[in-house]
């Protein structure tokens, strides 16, 4: 077999934050997982031109698997998202001061994209390395969202043979020191975290039977 | 302007209780509604199941509006739903004791659709009823989820003039008594909320614009 | 037996708020509840004051029983006080500006006062009514926790028959329409609960046993 | 001036658990803080026995300081505890089934006991090292503030210059990767916390002003 080549992506700071978690783990990753090499790419919190600049990098690089990370501040689990759905609606401005409220990624675009990466076998991988983590069925309406939905769309329109996926990580204890009642993860568990995802996703090409959905 | 038909279904207990919040709401909204007709149905907590009956329902009555209510134990706030997304992946049985894991509802089918009732314009006018609600960007996986896609792609597949939606809503407090820290809302506040969202939904033909999105 | 008379005290609206859903909910009290009177009174929300307020109508009226009601915003359920400790301890000011930081109520005063009331009873009286309610050891450190340990001083140094307590109280839905995912309780059902509460107090001169307390 | 002792306590799993996050970061405090020494000691989560056991380590090493550590599943801080009060009321039974509800620790105590060492001062020192802490009013009812209240008994009754006091930690990631929706810190995280509330009970004698009280 072939071996594979990975793309892993992180945001930069948003939201008036220093520092986003997800970034400073991204850094940390090995950059071989299962003999397979890790390209990283930092990209900008902004409304389409984040999606510009991770199309840029899948074509120069031409990667098999690209994992995009994010932060979601109050969730106390790393979660695996599902999908990506066509749809802007930011409750704070990007980066470059966008504000989108309910315009559609892809005009004309389906409604929504599905991973092609194996939520579930990510999930429990990471878990077997003692960090919660669970699959997520939204991820939100904010860029995390749009790059998901836009490299699904970049990855079905361009005809790859590469998956994606969308992984949301939760704040760092030096962000909530002034957050009473806020979880949050050490660094170390978010980098091995994406690393046991990667692994897995290296592993397999086809999902597990695992019953995990959400009641609601 | 000839007036709209309005048909509001709820689901029946599952998952072992009692009652289902939701149906006990449903039975309490008023008949009329803006000089509109409320047709109410109860629906088997069950998959496919579930989407049949609703479907005779519609077809019997030719509703312009459809409506389904279901319960969201732990949430604190009225939830209107933006969207249905096309997959079953249940956590516990559902009332006739199915439990598929990361199925399609319609194989082949769109991935999901969004709500064309307005969603923003439903819960502002809960709120100002003092009712608290927001917009949810997930259902869930188990059959809430599933009616909600369901009615949408039946909707979408028989070229409808209807609009369709799904209103997730809190315990009640006497299902709380003994689930010490998790939220409730008064029965009478629920009835409220959906008199108040099917209000919206008459009056607004397009949602109004409104900076609630989430940021993940 | 001798008829008892009960005195209900709450707070008046604090930190900004337009109403303090206690003092509404205590005014909605039937004014006899298990053939004995009720008297109400609203205190102040300012350190010292509040306790010489109630203590001047605890001295014209000589009630059986005293109960003080105060809002917990964020918590889900009623909760009955377990007691009261010696300070004051102000994350804002009062509504006479007043921060103390680390400051005793009573210097030289025990450190802690059991509330005498039947804070189980009562708790289980009001979950018989379908209103979630739970035993709390804590009143916090601002107001609620200060009348709370003034009341049971004043029994204690005055030589009283009396007994008194504290219940905290949910926000009502109204105050977090604006509030994204905080719990709330309907006005109706707190007034349910303080009046179950009040005639547990009536009813059981002795606590009953029930295992609830917390792990931590 | 002399050299201060320091004794550094932790419980036994309990509840079911297989380790006791606490106990597992005591083992790793440095043995020198401040060039004081640390002496530490596991005691039993059993109500009575712990207090014997730890009296016991007292008597044999005549500490300065002497802090104990346990768990608190579902905060996602650290919290250093203000107060023991006394009472047993246990939820669950304790390592060798003892269930004792309402019972007095002490009877003929007082009703509680504030810890004297600097609560605000360690939670500062803890959260400089980037690890959320708060100060707690309540160690709850079970066998952690059964100990804190003990300590502190044993502290006044034997008139020692010793100062005591008690610290909550979180649950660790590898207990909740199948509590979904827990927080959890990471053990190194709790170690620095400890290490760093020691540190500030070395340097302060007296507690510093900081306005974090809780409004209930």
Chains 1, 2, 3, 4 share one sequence.
Do not use: W
Not at 43 to 56: G, N, Q, Y
Not at 146 to 152: E, F, Q, V
Request: proline letters at 7%.
């Amino acid at each position: 077999m072939r071996k594979m080549k990975i793309l892993l992506a992180a945001f930069d700071p948003f939201g008036g934050a220093a520092v986003n978690p997800a970034l400073e783990a991204v850094k940390q990753v090995q950059n071989t997982i299962e003999n397979c090499p890790v390209a990283k790419v930092e990209i900008p919190t902004v409304f389409h031109r984040s999606i510009k600049v991770l199309r840029e990098k899948i074509e120069e690089l031409q990667p098999d698997i690209i994992l995009v990370a994010g932060q979601a501040g109050g969730r106390a689990q790393i979660s695996v998202e599902r999908l990506g759905i066509n749809i802007d609606d930011a409750r704070i401005p990007d980066n470059q001061g966008n504000q989108p409220v309910d315009e559609k990624i892809v005009p004309g675009g389906p409604e929504a994209y599905f991973s092609n990466l194996p939520i579930k076998a990510m999930a429990a991988s990471i878990r077997r390395e003692g960090v919660p983590a669970e699959v997520s069925n939204t991820a939100g309406t904010f860029v995390c969202n749009h790059i998901l939905y836009g490299l699904l769309h970049h990855i079905e329109t361009e005809k790859l043979q590469a998956r994606g996926g969308f992984i949301h990580v939760p704040f760092i204890p030096a962000q909530v020191t002034n957050k009473p009642g806020q979880p949050s993860m050490a660094p170390g568990d978010i980098t091995k975290a994406l690393e046991a995802a990667l692994r897995a996703a290296v592993r397999y090409q086809e999902d597990i039977r695992s019953e995990e959905g959400s009641l609601h």
